[in-house]
């Protein structure tokens, strides 16, 4: 039987590349566009929701389109993120390792840029890009584009959303005017329409399913709740799924931190993603939910775009997206590769015309549904606890020698004594929290909860005390991070803090008042990076700096004068004037100068950081590419 691949016009070397990966068929947009972009005639408008296989709809082709034979750049990819960046790169690299001689060069903010350089110096035919660092490239007249025959925009709308529109025209006036143009995009907003029209030459478009839908296999639910309630509603829906692999969507990194650090203090298995990570901050977050030995990611929109994880089964909604157009990015975070999955939404009241503009782009029908009681979050959790049980694989070589051990320990007990106390190992922890649980549902006329929300924050606020730490974001900490540094060292349960504000070198977090005089005794003698770490009472700890004793130099809360800090030994240098010029030195380059607005990511880490024992870990690069046009 013909590989339906090689059908589509493929090579062998590349088809069994395919066919090691695991692709039996191809997908409808593979099916339609490969053909067409095999031609290499034309110039192409794929419009397709994400997770529907576009990497290979465009990948497959060029593969077959390009001469490695000639070490030069043959086709260019601009992709919105690094991440997005690495994992197109990943894949194309994937279905040519059969061909010899082909290149494929990752190009992203927040890596070596030196490392890059000397790559493409090396030969590539293939660069994948996000478009600041490949302009910092051509800034650098290192990348000759005469020979690029090939340009592709993978996800354009999210390129436009995040305001590239100046850096993808900057980056095409390098490239021949006889190039051809392969455009792929979830949506079709104006923007896009206009580079289309600007760019190409009446190009093929080929859209898959309605324009901007959402994917057919992703079923849509919102529940209704008083603003107060979304945390704990959260958390309910959470325990309903026992299986849940879920990426919840914040609106701001504020809220991703808070959220996940909340539920890490209730013990869940989460962390958050966000543009504030350095690359290995971030890469160590990604490495972890790929492995599925995270439950729970917590992500901005910008954090999230390019994330291709497989088997995700919710995406939650947490905060609606403030653009309409970017819920179908989200959504499109689940069923993915053919399968179904459930995108949740988490309203108020208010929140409800929202729901309808979305149905009206997607052009599907939300399903308005009920958060489950306590009762039936108990029953769920117990059933699947049976489940396990009755599906776990058993090692009878290993456990063989403890059989009559444990048989001589349940001698005294029945069958269903046994059954029933193994069952309430688990099953008592959320009796114990759902007893009493109050429905936390909301009516659709209810707008109530936001004065209650503050009124209850204050009271709670009232039994914690807000301390100094003289550890920030300088040391490579998160607010997850630093939860973990104060609960290891100070003996202590997640529970008892309360909110964290991460600051440069110093942060502040609230604890219970009654573990105060324990916390401090605790970290007497404790150090980081062979330094005594401080707490103190804020009260007693100006927040313009860190405080030091005798009257001496205070860093860190200058107004219009300079401000230097150096992170881990040999971070480098950063200054901070008036009105001027801001820099850190590291791994790339950061600037904000007289309000230009442009901004990179860089490193300030200089010679790595350290673990909460203060022993050397491995170094990370900086936090990334962003730019702002003012």
């Known amino acids: 039987m013909i590989n339906p691949f090689k059908l589509l016009g493929i090579s062998d070397d590349v088809v069994n590349a395919v066919k090691d990966l695991g692709f039996e068929n191809p997908t409808p947009i593979q099916e339609q566009a490969i053909p067409v972009l095999l031609e290499g005639n034309n110039d192409f408008v794929g419009l397709a929701q994400t997770g529907t296989g576009k990497t290979a709809a465009f990948g497959l082709p060029l593969i077959e389109l390009i001469d490695f034979k000639l070490n030069k750049p043959q086709a260019l990819i601009l992709c919105p993120t690094r991440e997005l960046c690495l994992q197109i790169a990943s894949d194309i690299k994937n279905y040519s390792k059969n061909i010899s001689g082909a290149s494929v060069v990752a190009v992203y903010g927040g890596a070596n840029i030196v490392q890059q350089l000397r790559e493409i110096r090396n030969g590539v035919q293939v660069v994948v890009a996000t478009p600041g660092r490949m302009l910092d490239i051509i800034g650098r007249k290192a990348i000759d584009f005469s020979s690029v025959k090939y340009v592709v925009l993978d996800e354009a709308d999210e390129m436009l959303n995040m305001g590239f529109q100046e850096d993808i025209n900057d980056i095409l006036s390098t490239t021949p005017d006889d190039k051809k143009t392969w455009l792929f995009s979830?949506?079709?907003?104006?923007?896009?329409?206009?580079?289309?029209?600007?760019?190409?030459?009446?190009?093929?478009?080929?859209?898959?399913?309605?324009?901007?839908?959402?994917?057919?296999?992703?079923?849509?639910?919102?529940?209704?709740?008083?603003?107060?309630?979304?945390?704990?509603?959260?958390k309910r829906i959470v325990d309903f799924n026992p299986e849940i692999f879920a990426v919840v969507f914040c609106k701001t990194k504020m809220d991703t931190q808070d959220v996940a650090e909340n539920l890490i203090k209730d013990g869940y298995n989460a962390d958050a993603l966000h543009g504030d990570l350095s690359q290995q901050q971030r890469d160590k977050v990604m490495q972890r939910f790929r492995d599925r030995n995270m439950q729970l990611l917590i992500a901005t929109d910008v954090a999230a775009r390019g994330i291709d994880v497989n088997n995700v089964t919710h995406v939650i909604n947490y905060s609606l997206p403030d653009e309409i157009e970017s819920y179908t990015h989200r959504s499109g975070r689940t069923g993915r590769a053919g399968k179904t999955g459930i995108s949740i939404c988490i309203i108020n009241a208010k929140e409800t015309g929202k729901i309808r503009q979305i149905e009206r782009i997607i052009g599907k029908q939300f399903t308005k549904a009920e958060l489950p009681t306590g009762f039936d979050v108990c029953e769920k959790q117990l059933f699947s606890l049976v489940h396990k049980v009755h599906n776990v694989e058993v090692n009878e070589a290993q456990i063989e020698q403890y059989i009559p051990r444990i048989m001589d320990?349940?001698?005294?007990?029945?069958?269903?004594?046994?059954?029933?106390?193994?069952?309430?190992?688990?099953?008592?922890?959320?009796?114990?929290?759902?007893?009493?649980?109050?429905?936390?549902?909301?009516?659709?006329?209810?707008?109530?909860?936001?004065?209650?929300?503050?009124?209850?924050?204050?009271?709670?606020?009232?039994?914690?005390?807000?301390?100094?730490?003289?550890?920030?974001?300088?040391?490579?900490?998160?607010?997850?991070?630093?939860?973990?540094?104060?609960?290891?060292?100070?003996?202590?349960?997640?529970?008892?803090?309360?909110?964290i504000d991460l600051k440069g070198v110093y942060s502040f977090f609230e604890v219970e008042n009654a573990i105060v005089d324990s916390l401090f005794s605790n970290f007497k003698d404790i150090q980081f990076n062979n330094r005594s770490?401080?707490?103190?009472?804020?009260?007693?700890?100006?927040?313009?700096?860190?405080?030091?004793?005798?009257?001496?130099?205070?860093?860190?809360?200058?107004?219009?004068?300079?401000?230097?800090?150096?992170?881990?030994?040999?971070?480098?240098?950063?200054?901070?004037?008036?009105?001027?010029?801001?820099?850190?030195?590291?791994?790339?380059?950061?600037?904000?100068?007289?309000?230009s607005g442009r901004r990179e990511g860089g490193s300030s880490t200089g010679g790595g950081f350290r673990d909460f024992s203060g022993k050397p870990r491995e170094g990370g690069s900086g936090t990334g590419e962003r730019r702002r046009r003012s």
């Open 186 to 234: 979830a949506t079709m907003p104006p923007e896009v329409r206009r580079i289309a029209k600007n760019y190409m030459d009446n190009p093929t478009e080929l859209t898959m399913g309605t324009k901007n839908t959402g994917n057919v296999n992703i079923e849509h639910e919102y529940y209704m709740v008083r603003a107060r309630d979304k945390y704990a509603a959260l």
């Open 409 to 499: 320990e349940f001698a005294e007990l029945s069958k269903e004594e046994v059954i029933k106390r193994f069952a309430s190992l688990e099953f008592n922890r959320f009796l114990e929290y759902y007893k009493n649980a109050p429905d936390l549902n909301a009516a659709a006329n209810d707008e109530r909860g936001d004065r209650a929300d503050r009124g209850a924050r204050g009271a709670r606020n009232s039994d914690y005390t807000r301390l100094f730490i003289n550890v920030g974001s300088v040391d490579e900490f998160t607010r997850g991070d630093l939860l973990s540094f104060v609960c290891n060292n100070g003996k202590i349960s997640g529970k008892n803090i309360g909110k």
């Open 533 to 595: 770490v401080r707490i103190e009472k804020s009260g007693d700890a100006p927040e313009g700096g860190e405080r030091r004793s005798g009257g001496g130099e205070r860093r860190g809360g200058y107004g219009g004068g300079e401000r230097k800090s150096y992170g881990g030994g040999g971070g480098g240098e950063r200054k901070s004037y008036g009105g001027g010029e801001r820099k850190s030195y590291g791994g790339g380059d950061r600037r904000n100068s007289g309000g």
